[in-house]
């Protein structure tokens, strides 16, 4: 496949459910993190003289489940090339569980700055048509949880084979002006694995928190994505933004699907937008509880919520509905691969950091399964009538 430059987009991980599989084509949409960036083959300047984390996503080909690749393959053989030519790629991470929740992105993020990073290089790998297509990005990093601001220099790759991106790579380097002073690469790539997201002294709850029936619960909307003003004209950046408006009318449909489900909810609540980074105004301002999303692996997921070994190491996922909370009967749902793509949430008390996990697990490929299954688990645990159909 001919190698070509491209501007491209990432949509937070977790709020990609319906674009990439069903689209079989490259979803430029799920690459740097919603950024319009600017294309010129330009490498950061530090590129051979500074430290660089790499974000890898990899899809199951042909998998409808949306299965985990082997991305720790592809980071091995890519960080081969990295060493000989001067990158310090000294993090590597899994970009689904590092958008998996805010948090998640905030923790990593942090960690890069403690690790003075300066660049980002991401590697996606997904299908289109039945091929396998791979997408090269370097990057600098501005040192925040947003990873990359628009309209930053960016150089990108795209290819068939991710051996011919290397190569390609290897060649435009050593014909640059960058001058090497990383001379003490790592041998193998070093990786970051999802951490759990219950803090130091918090507690872990199985259930849903009895106290809802008298405390106020924050239930996050979903962002629309940001298109900048101005942006470099090109037919790449158009189909970008073409991709984020189909993105920001999912995100309004599940806004209005969780006014519905919650409509007859009979407990205190409010819609609000939400920044893990100020809490203590929501505490100000009555609530005691707040709704969070996760969206990566089924397994990641259960190790950030502190599910058992042995819960984990299961190799299909089964959610479940809870028919009776005081017999603990259930009914199945759905199966899922553990490494396959599921929605799932939780919540959090906002004084202790405690966490409730809402047993069952209701976690699904599909979003509006997940939220439903949810509803009518909360209904019957709670003993409150939730009409969710």
Known sequence: MTLRYSVLLIYMSFFMTILSVEAQKVDYAQIVDGKFLNYGGAFPEDLLSSRTAVLVRSTQVSSLDKSRG????????????????????????????????????????????????????????QEAQGRKVYNMVITSFNGKRSLIDHGSEAWRLESGDLKEILKELEDQIVHSTLVRENNLVLDEPEYFEIESVIKKKAKRYKT?????????????????????????SNSFNQQLQKDVNAYNSEISRRNQLMKEYFASYPFQYEFLEYDRRKEDHLLNNGFNYVLLTMETSGESIKKS??????????????????????????????????????????????????????????????????IRTLMLNMSEAMSFDKRAK
């Open 70 to 125: 082997p991305w720790k393959e592809i980071s091995a053989i890519s960080h081969r090339t990295f060493k000989d030519l001067g990158i310090d790629a000294m993090a590597y991470y899994n970009a689904d569980d590092f958008f998996a929740t805010g948090q998640t992105r905030y923790d990593f993020a942090l960690q890069m700055v403690k690790r003075r990073v300066s660049n980002i290089l991401i590697i996606d790998q």
């Open 208 to 232: 849903f928190p009895s106290d809802l029936t008298v405390d106020k619960l924050a239930i996050p909307i979903y962002e629309d994505m940001e298109v900048p003003e101005s942006f470099a």
């Open 305 to 370: 919520l502190e599910y058992d070994d042995e819960n984990i190491k299961q190799e299909v996922y089964t959610s479940q509905r809870l028919l009776d909370f005081k017999k603990e009967t259930y009914e199945d749902v759905e199966n899922n691969p553990a490494t396959g793509k599921v929605v799932k949430f939780y919540i959090k008390h906002l004084l202790t950091g405690n966490v409730y996990v809402c047993n069952p697990w209701e976690a699904s490929s599909d979003w509006e399964k997940s």
